[in-house]
């Protein structure tokens, strides 16, 4: 069995959690994320494995990366959350769906309340985009990471959200 690693790095969202195997990245979590659990109990710190993440992460603040190549490798959740948390990624940078929407591409009519309790828990956010994922009438409802993270990096991505300010990021600091 592979080890997982971890490391944390800085982002105009604040600091983000990053865990991984040779496989690939299971988890990316924010500060006070809601659903964040423990480390692996076999995980060791390792800087040096999240080059490529942190450097795509880099990236996609400076508005220079709109679609990831870091490898996912999630082993947890339930086949149906697998499922919605592939449809996430194939909803376009800068655009939005959402639950019921989802929801009837995953051929689920009527279940947009359990794609958003499995959008709730995808555990590698960012890089799997459920920030692009709303409410019916447009209106942002919960997001691991909190509300105003969700709105930010909607805006960043060009999304026009109400009450939503796209910052130019200095991220030479980062």
């Known amino acids: 069995m592979t080890a997982h690693r971890w490391t944390t790095t800085p982002t105009p969202v604040g600091t983000v959690t990053l865990v991984g195997t040779d496989a690939g990245l299971c988890g990316l979590y924010m500060e006070e994320h809601r659903h964040r659990p423990p480390l692996p109990d076999d995980a060791v710190r390792d800087d ?3 080059g490529d993440a942190v450097a795509e992460l880099r990236a996609y603040f400076a508005g220079e990366l709109r679609d990831f190549a870091t490898p996912v490798a999630v082993s947890v959740g339930t086949p149906f959350q697998h499922r919605v948390w592939d449809a996430l990624r194939t909803v376009p940078y800068g655009t939005t769906t959402t639950y019921g929407e989802l929801a009837v591409r995953l051929g ?3 279940g947009a309340r359990a ?3 499995a959008n709730g828990r995808n555990p590698v956010s960012i890089v799997v985009p459920c920030h ?3 409410g019916a009438a447009g209106a942002l409802t919960g997001y691991g990471g909190g509300v105003e993270r969700k709105r930010f990096l909607l805006g960043l991505e060009g999304v026009v959200v109400p009450g939503a300010e796209v910052l130019r ?5 980062i």
């Open 115 to 117: 794609v958003g309790l």
């Open 169 to 173: 990021l200095d991220l030479a600091g």
């Open 132 to 134: 692009r994922v709303i």
């Open 108 to 110: 689920v009519p009527g």
């Open 48 to 50: 040096a494995a999240f």
